[in-house]
Antibody
């Protein structure tokens, strides 16, 4: 069964760093764009970043550009989100999700359960 | 960036009602519009992609329409399991989500 499992969340001080991981299973990982989406407590969904199957293309929301870096290791079926210079407003549940098509134009069809990041002193 | 505006932000409806949610883009997104359902404590679920294509195993009471800048999600005959928050998302350029529409029980 297609599955995504996030890890790496936790409590971090403002200005600190954290690396999230997402492990995929039961599909040809390298064929798919992968994305990170976050949801602050009680708020809506915010797209954070995506990466193409071969890592050729990446994109970021303006709110994280220059601070977050997405990467993937297709040999390990994993995608990562390196988060630096963290701010209180980065506090959220971070979801990993798979784009359903090779062009990333048709939605996110598989989601993990999320990992929680809390930025606080 | 393209802004996505959903309306209403919330609505109250009864089982069996027809419900329509609107999503408007700040510029054309052709048909690159997706709809998700999220229940409390759960990850979002893709309902419709490319504005009107029903995702596999999604009940046929859900439908989507629109192109360009104006889109709708319609639920005919609302069921108890449909009470949730619904989000639109554009995938035409740098992705963005709408702010969500919470469908509550009247």
């Amino acid at each position: 069964q297609v599955h995504l499992v996030e890890s790496g969340g936790g409590l971090v001080l403002p200005g600190g760093s954290l690396r999230l991981s997402c492990a995929a299973s039961a599909f040809t990982f390298s064929d798919y764009y992968m994305s990170w989406i976050r949801q602050a407590p009680g708020k809506g969904l915010e797209w954070v970043s995506y990466i193409s199957g071969s890592s050729t293309y990446t994109n970021y929301a303006d709110s994280v550009k220059g601070r977050f870096t997405i990467s993937r290791d297709n040999a390990k079926n994993s995608v990562y989100l390196q988060m630096n210079s963290l701010r209180a407003e980065d506090t959220a549940l971070y979801y990993c999700a798979r784009a359903m098509d090779s062009s990333a134009r048709y939605g996110l069809d598989v989601w993990g359960q999320g990992t929680t990041v809390t930025v606080s002193s | 960036d393209i802004q996505m505006t959903q309306s209403p932000s919330s609505l109250s409806a009864s089982v069996g009602d027809r419900v329509t949610i609107t999503c408007r883009a700040s510029q054309t997104i052709r048909s690159y519009l997706n709809w998700y359902q999220q229940k409390p404590g759960k990850a979002p679920k893709l309902l419709i992609y490319a504005a009107s294509t029903l995702q596999s195993e999604v009940p046929s009471r859900f439908s989507g329409s629109g192109s360009g800048t104006d889109f709708t999600l319609t639920i005919t005959s609302l069921q108890p399991e449909d009470f949730a928050t619904y989000y639109c998302q554009q995938s035409y350029s740098t992705w963005t989500f709408g702010q969500g529409t919470k469908v509550e029980i009247k």
